[in-house]
Nanobody, 116 residues
Framework: QVQLVESGGGLVQFGGSLRLSCAAS????????MGWYRQAPGKQRELVARITPDSNTVYLDSVKGRFTISRDNAKKMVYLQMNTLKPEDTAVYYC??????????WGQGTQVTVSS
């Protein structure tokens, strides 16, 4: 069992930056692929970025070069540094921990709002 708590969301102006944090608790967190997803009103949840246990990363095309995902296994933390934010980045951002279909966990989400 893994519990996830996100923080760091808020209101930011166009072009600004935010850093999201995800605190994980539970066993063997370092073995999980960690991801950030987002869901805007009326849209499906989408993968923003993920990082494997050996730190391989994948990004949504629209955030490449602006967002950076990282993890600190010793602290059981995952981060999403978001730069040059745009209004279309406005969404609820969720942290995910995935090992297999039976070990797939979500946080409660944190709101990110980018004003134009």
């Amino acid at each position: 069992q893994v519990q996830l708590v996100e923080s760091g969301g808020g209101l930011v102006q166009f072009g600004g930056s935010l850093r999201l944090s995800c605190a994980a608790s539970g066993s063997f967190v370092s073995r999980y692929t960690m991801g950030w997803y987002r869901q805007a009103p009326g849209k499906q949840r989408e993968l923003v970025a993920r990082i494997t246990p050996d730190s391989n990363t994948v990004y949504l095309d629209s955030v490449k070069g602006r967002f950076t995902i990282s993890r600190d296994n010793a602290k059981k933390m995952v981060y999403l540094q978001m730069n040059t934010l745009k209004p279309e980045d406005t969404a609820v951002y969720y942290c995910n921990a995935y090992f297999d279909a039976s070990n797939d966990y979500w946080g409660q989400g944190t709101q990110v709002t980018v004003s134009s």
